[in-house]
């Protein structure tokens, strides 16, 4: 099982070194026998005796990361579709794409997104289910800017790579979340120990973090923006990814977890709503697109909020019908993709104002079309499996009777009427779709091909997905016992099984059916009447919009923000910096009671060591007044010999020393180059700057000296330096206990200090030496 | 044999003096400084596979024992950084020829390249806090040295703003040690640590470590002490920036991590907290500032400070899961920068500008670099199976295992928003349309040649991400081990 | 003693600060010199003052000042000279280079 889950990366490996023989030979023809051995593979599975089955490979056991996989109904339904679909979409993309496109990096991404695809829908290990949902959106990302020469195809890329990744760390948020508190990786485990996480304080945060992975891969309203845009992928990518299975990973994600969340209210209350208004808005904007495949976009918007809203009732029939839909959503959505990819192809527009009356030219696409329209539509004819799916939903959505109160109670009441709103205009865009394109006058001059019919080899995916509606409306027993049960058993957590019927009498889901049928009628025949109240909703306050602005006002305020402190100022920083340390060390130092006063431990104070201070600080303060910059060196000088006399008197021979030649030299050295620099100029900036530097420079003397005394004050441990002393002699055979330290205790200081002066003479020597041309100016 | 620890300081630093004997010798100099650093990098790989067998190595210098003499403290977290560094010393070795000008080379880039190494790894392994300063003013002069060269403009003024904010916060660090060695008698870590702990880091000693904390915090980037960084690291040549992105600010890290893990842990309430929250900022805020510029090189320098804010919250959780995920976020990262700063280098230099904006569809030139980048990419944002992911997870688990809710959204909506600043220089720089040449075609042979010590970079953290279960047990033992410091104390002092 | 030595370095810092956070070059480097003999007094200040001869092994006398500070020192001026040398190329050279001694004029904001 491991072995198939990796075969489209094994495989997408070697595709760049098939680049060779593309010429002679498609790509695609290698790359659609992948599929077709997973789908045989998996498909042996089907049959009325399924037990889920389970895998464990090791991956990264140290860190609860395994390649555990779990097949269960629901499993097998999405791995089914996967390959399926995916060889359909393989063998059709030969025909769609011209040897003379990347083909190698096409092939490749296609590959991985299969891969990972697969991988969600088998793991049961949350982290490597993360680790292939993040690979499905990067790959949906390379796919989308497939033809990146195009604006349009970065900017989608981008958009759906944002929306995407945010929903995939949020959902890792909330794995996390849940796998930290019930102390296991496995789906499977969580679920059994789901009072845990159910009665946990942050359940609510849990559910949102895993609903908004979901519902932004699945391209929930408001999180629907993405796919649209996406349309700018090549047709067989948006046929496979962007509406048969990518965006089904978001559903598969809720139905792998609704047994347990289910319990809760609130996920019914946000999922169904989510889904309904989903649906409604994706049918609503769906009529007024223009572009063949952005009607497609909404139109699978709005089933994946039909879709998720069953999911979010929650109740044995809502979710028998959602997994039915999943499979039937995919194949007549899945053929109109092809179908528009045709259109496209053979004509070479997509935009249906310039289209019409295509059915003469490819009669069998549309054909094909009508079929799949009207599955979509609902309207219904037993040979349809769209109307099986939404007569089930209807009747879900009127049966529902949870006990419940509040708003869900509300919500439950609503809930009807707007499947059958959100159904109308979906019958509405479904025929929009088909009689705008096929029927009405042809106006071929304008299009920039001459229409004719598709290669054989380009119809026969699409073909082979309307064979499926009509086997699936016909003969629904067909699949429903091996393997629609058991996926909707799997879904629901316990054994769900339903006959599916054609005709149930004049119930109202039939009512409804007819109501969808009756208005959808009389609302596609006069959509030039009441189509200018898009110009009101959305008008121009739409969602785009939103995104846009926030993705440019990201950008935009960090430019502001950054540049407002971030402005290269180094007295900025230093002030910034500053105000930090004396802050937070005050506030530490209050707040553990730090500072301590202790007069006891003091040595005398004598008068000339007073004096020599005396001096020193006003000589410090005399840096700042000087007018003259040879005036401030020397004062500089001052202060440098106040300190070696103060060594002097401290017991330091050394040091003295030391601080004497060191300060004379860097007198010297100061007046070498400022020299030839510019004298001091007055102090001349505001006094509210004088007032902020001088607090902040008293602040931070303050703070070091209080430090400082209270640390005096704390002595608290005897210093190691008694070692020294006894030992300077006895280990260090010298008489001077200071350069015994530098030389043998502390040797790798002093050798590393005397390194330290040879970079400094190496850096200056380059700084002085080195006249490169300077590039930058 | 446990001589062999110190090599791994002194090795570098009688490179640096050689190699400045041949600076006018340019084949030469190359030749002998990428074998130095493949002879450094297998001595340092053989010290770590005898530490990994036999436990800690202690080198007491000159033989004095503890706590009197320096000692170096080879313990594996230490150990692991050094060939860490080395590993990133060899990639940069390699790249620097193409990248440099003939005139850098001959001014002792060699040398100064070298005793940052052999300033990095004294600071990863010195257990003495005097002796860390002085590893610190080792680098730091081998920085300064390294960031001066070509005297470029732009190059000179930003390294004055450099160097002027490193020696405030060195003379502050001395100050600090005089203070804490007032209290507690010693500079010895192991000593340090025994004695605080002994006290329960009563009085001062808090007020005293939040100093250490900004003192190391400057070298670090932490929020909100990293105005310096990113402008200074983009001046210099490329090999310059990656050395500078992948190690300095890490040995910042690092000494925050042991600092506060060994010595100052008798007050994790107040200190921890305040990180927890300062690692919360020094992400978000270092990855707005990602996002407000076009410059390339400019981008992938703040990026550093959200991997800082990473690596902060893990030090502030506080807890072996997060401890672990800080160490290896901070292998990871050192890798990563490396590559990224070389890589915006190539870019950079085939495109002729670092400006985004002036950039178009270099991918249909550059298919390879197009693609390291993105992977790249992927690494820093902690999308798995990369090695940024497993540090990551870790931190979150930690974090959620604490409840520590606001700062693990933090460092979620910051992945986010790395990524995005990193995505768009692959859509507006190598996306678009194909031209008909490179911008300066000239120039790809010589990128080609800097690509593929990138390549070796990249399938580390490749490697560090898939086969994290060859690593991620020995980390997770360093974790453990920096949760108990007395293991550190007994290992050093022994009694 | 101590405490009054504690508040000249602390003075050191101060002022060294203040001239950190001016505009003009030479001010800026003085206050890091100032700032360094600020830290160096810090340091002796630590190890006691005046508790016993200079740490020079003499017979007879078993009291000597802290020794282990003045060496740390030692190994500190030494460094904050090669600090300092190498700053003052480098302001130099930086301001040649740049036309101005301003560290406000020497912003740099063309990196957007």
């Not at chain 2, 990133?88 to 000008?101: D, G, W």
């Not at chain 3, 810090?42 to 000042?65: N, S, V, W």
């Amino acid at each position: 099982m491991l072995l198939a889950v990796l075969l489209p990366f094994i495989i997408a490996i070697f595709i760049p070194f098939l680049s060779k023989w593309k010429h002679k030979l498609h790509t695609g023809f290698f790359v659609t026998a992948v599929p077709v051995v997973i789908f045989i593979y998996f498909a042996r599975f089907i049959g009325p005796g399924f037990e889920p089955v389970e895998r464990e490979y090791s991956w990264i056991p140290s860190l609860d990361m395994n390649f555990l996989f779990y097949l269960d109904g629901l499993s097998l339904l999405f791995i089914l579709l996967i390959s399926g679909i995916g060889s359909l979409v393989a063998f059709y993309s030969i025909y769609y794409l011209h040897k003379s496109e990347q083909l190698g990096h096409f092939y490749v991404y296609f590959l991985l997104f299969m891969g990972s695809m697969l991988g969600i829908v088998l793991s049961d290990n949350v982290y490597v289910l993360y680790t292939f949902w993040e690979f499905t959106s990067l790959s949906s990302f390379l796919l989308i800017g497939f033809w990146n020469h195009r604006e349009g195809s970065r900017y989608g890329a981008l958009k759906s790579m944002l929306i995407t990744v945010f929903g995939g760390l949020s959902l890792l948020g909330g794995l996390v979340f849940m796998s930290g508190i019930t102390g296991t990786a496995s789906i499977q485990e969580m679920m059994s120990q789901q009072e845990l996480i159910l009665n946990h304080d942050f359940f609510p945060l849990i559910l949102t973090l895993i609903l908004l992975g979901a519902f932004t891969k699945s391209a929930q309203f408001p999180f629907h923006i993405w796919l649209p845009d996406a349309m700018e992928a090549p047709t067989p990518v948006s046929a496979y990814l962007h509406s048969a299975t990518m965006v089904k990973a978001g559903i598969f994600l809720v139905a792998r977890f609704l047994p347990m969340l289910s319990v809760s209210e609130w996920f019914f209350i946000i999922v169904s709503a989510v889904g309904i208004a989903t649906l409604c808005w994706g049918s609503y904007m769906a009529v007024r697109q223009t572009d063949l495949k952005g009607i497609l976009a909404f139109s699978t918007i709005s089933q994946l909020g039909m879709i998720m809203a069953m999911l979010g009732f929650g109740t044995k029939a809502a979710i028998f019908a959602a997994v039915f839909h999943i499979l039937n959503h995919a194949t007549f959505k899945g053929s109109l993709f092809m179908i528009a990819g045709i259109v496209d192809h053979e004509t070479g527009s997509r935009d249906i104002r310039k289209l019409g009356g295509l059915m003469t030219f490819l009669p069998i696409t549309a054909t094909l079309a009508v079929i799949a329209s009207f599955s979509m539509a609902g309207v219904p004819f037993p040979f349809l499996n769209g109307f099986y799916s939404k007569e089930m939903f209807f009747d879900a959505a009127v049966t529902m009777d949870l006990s419940v109160t509040g708003i869900a109670a509300t919500l439950q009441t609503l809930f009807p009427y707007l499947a059958v709103l959100g159904s109308i205009f979906t019958f509405v865009y479904s025929m929009y779709f088909f009689f705008g394109t096929f029927r009405g006058k042809a106006n071929i001059d304008e299009l920039p091909k001459k229409p004719h019919e598709a290669p054989v080899g380009m119809l026969v995916s699409p073909a082979i997905l309307v064979l499926g509606v009509i086997i699936i409306g016909l003969f629904p027993d067909l699949i429903n016992k091996p393997f629609i049960e058991h996926a909707a058993s799997a879904a629901y957590g316990s054994e769900n099984v339903k006959d599916i019927y054609y005709w149930h009498g004049l119930s109202p889901a039939f009512i409804m059916s007819i109501t969808v049928l009756v208005f959808g009628t009389i609302l596609y025949l006069s959509i030039p009447k009441w189509a200018s109240i898009y110009n009101a909703v959305p008008g121009r306050l739409s969602l785009n919009t939103f995104y846009d602005g926030l993705v440019e006002r990201t950008e935009r305020y960090s430019t502001i923000i950054t540049n407002s402190y971030m402005n290269g100022s180094l007295g900025r920083y230093v002030r910034l910096i500053l105000v930090a340390i004396v802050v937070v060390t005050f506030g530490t130092m209050a707040l553990t009671g730090g500072f301590t006063l202790d007069f006891g431990n003091l040595s005398e104070v004598t008068l000339h060591e007073v004096l020599i201070a005396v001096v020193m600080v006003i000589a410090a303060i005399g840096t700042i007044i000087a007018k003259n910059r040879i005036a401030a060196i020397l004062i500089l000088g001052v202060v440098g010999y106040g300190l070696a006399m103060l060594f002097v008197l401290y017991r330091a021979p050394d040091l003295a020393l030391t601080q004497l030649i060191v300060e004379t030299v860097t007198v010297a050295l100061f007046l070498l180059v400022f020299y030839h620099l510019p004298n001091l100029e007055p102090h001349n900036e505001s006094s509210l700057t004088k007032t902020m530097n001088l607090i902040i420079s008293v602040g931070f003397g303050l703070l070091m000296t209080m430090v400082a005394i209270s640390a005096h004050s704390h002595k608290m441990f005897d210093s190691m330096s008694s070692y020294f002393v006894d030992n300077s002699y006895k280990l260090g055979g010298g008489d001077n206990i200071v350069n015994v330290i530098l030389v043998d205790f502390r040797g790798l200081d002093t050798l590393f200090e005397i390194a330290v002066l040879g970079i400094a003479a190496m850096a200056i020597f380059a700084l002085i030496r080195l006249r490169g041309k300077n590039k930058e100016e | 044999m446990s001589n062999l620890l110190a090599l791994t300081i002194i090795w570098p630093l009688l490179a640096a003096i050689i190699t400045a004997f041949f600076n006018n010798k340019k084949k030469t100099v190359r030749v002998m400084s990428q074998v130095f650093t493949l002879i450094n990098l297998a001595l340092v790989s053989v010290v770590l596979f005898m530490i990994s067998t036999n436990g800690t190595i202690i080198l007491e210098t000159g033989s004095y024992e503890a706590p009197f003499g320096i000692v170096l403290v080879g313990d594996m977290l230490a150990i692991t950084l050094v060939l860490t560094t080395n590993i990133v010393a060899a990639a940069c070795v390699f790249y620097a020829p193409k990248s440099l000008t003939e005139q850098q080379e001959s001014f002792f880039f060699y040398s100064f390249f070298f005793m940052l190494i052999s300033g990095v790894s004294g600071a990863f392994l010195t257990g003495d806090l005097f002796n860390l300063f002085v590893f610190f003013e080792v680098l730091l002069m081998a920085s300064y040295g390294l960031i001066v060269l070509g005297n470029g403009k732009a190059q000179l003024r930003e390294s004055l703003k450099y160097v002027l904010i490193n020696l405030f916060s060195s003379m502050l660090f001395v100050t600090t040690i005089a203070f804490l060695y007032s209290v507690v008698g010693s500079v010895n870590m192991a000593q340090v640590s025994q004695r605080v702990q002994e006290v329960e880091q009563q009085g001062i000693l808090t007020t005293i470590a939040m100093l250490f904390f900004f003192v190391f915090a400057t070298k670090a980037a932490v929020f909100p002490l990293y105005y310096w960084l990113p402008r200074p690291y983009i001046v210099p040549n490329p090999v310059v920036s990656a050395l500078f992105g992948a190690l300095l600010t890490k040995v910042g890290i690092y000494s925050i991590l042991r600092v506060f893990t060994l010595i100052f842990v008798g007050e994790t309430d107040l200190t921890h907290t305040i990180f927890i929250y300062l690692a919360a900022f020094t992400m978000i805020f270092g990855v707005i500032g990602a996002l407000s510029t076009n410059n390339i090189k400019l981008i992938v320098a703040y990026n550093i400070i959200p991997a800082v804010g990473f690596m902060m919250m893990g030090i502030g959780i506080f807890s072996e899961t997060a401890l672990s995920g800080t160490i290896y976020y901070l292998i990871n990262d050192m890798v990563i920068k490396a590559a990224l700063f070389l890589l915006v280098g190539i870019i950079a230099y085939v495109a002729g500008t670092s400006d985004l904006r002036k950039m178009n569809g270099l991918i249909h030139h550059y298919p390879v670099l197009g693609w390291f980048f993105f992977i790249a990419t992927l690494v820093l944002a902690g999308i798995p199976p990369f090695s940024g992911f497993v540090g990551k997870l870790l931190l979150i688990q930690g974090g959620l295992a604490q409840e520590e809710i606001m700062v693990v959204i933090a460092s979620l909506v910051s992945s986010l928003l790395i990524l995005f600043s990193m995505i768009r220089i692959f859509i507006r720089g190598f996306w678009g349309e194909k031209q008909d040449a490179p911008p300066h075609p000239e120039r790809s042979g010589a990128a080609r040649r800097m690509t593929w010590p990138i390549a070796v970079l990249l399938s580390i953290t490749v490697l560090l991400g898939v086969g994290a279960e060859w690593f991620y047990p020995s980390v997770e033992e360093m974790g453990e081990y920096l949760m108990n410091p007395q293991i550190y104390i007994d290992s050093v002092i022994k009694e | 003693m101590e405490i009054i030595m504690a508040v000249l370095a602390g003075t050191l810092f101060t002022t060294g600060v203040y001239n950190l956070l001016q505009k003009q070059l030479l001010r800026i480097v003085i206050g890091t010199a100032l700032i360094s003999h600020g830290a160096h007094l810090f340091i002796l200040t630590m190890g006691e003052l005046k508790r016993g001869a200079p740490p020079i092994l003499t017979d007879g006398i078993d009291q000597y000042t802290d020794p282990l500070p003045q060496a740390l020192i030692l190994t500190s001026i030494v460094i904050s000279f090669g600090v300092t040398s190498l700053l003052l190329v480098l302001a130099y050279r930086a301001s040649k280079i740049n036309g101005t001694d301003n560290m406000e004029q020497l912003r740099g904001n063309d990196y957007e």
